[in-house]
C-alpha cells in the first residue's frame, strides 16, 4: 500500500507547526541569577509606586469621605 503524497505533507505540516513556536521562551541572555535580580527589582519598583500612591489617596481622604455623609 502507497501513502501517496500524505507523508510529505505531514512531514511539512510538523516543521511548519515546530518552526513558528520558540524552543526556549526564556533566551533573553540573563542568567538565572540575573533573571532573579532583575524580577526582583521590578517588584520593588511596583510596590514602592503603590505604597506612594496609598499615601497620596489616603491624603485625599485625610478630611473624611464626604461623599457617603450624604445620606
Do not use: C, I, Y
Amino acid at each position: 500500500m502507497s501513502r501517496g503524497n500524505q507523508r510529505d505533507r505531514d512531514r511539512e505540516r510538523a516543521q511548519a507547526r515546530s518552526g513558528t513556536k520558540p524552543r526556549n521562551p526564556r533566551d533573553d541572555g540573563l542568567t538565572p541569577e540575573q533573571r532573579r535580580e532583575r524580577d526582583a527589582k521590578a517588584l520593588q519598583e511596583k510596590t514602592a509606586k503603590k505604597a506612594a500612591q496609598a499615601v497620596v489617596d489616603g491624603k485625599k481622604n485625610a478630611g473624611g469621605d464626604k461623599v457617603n455623609k450624604k445620606k
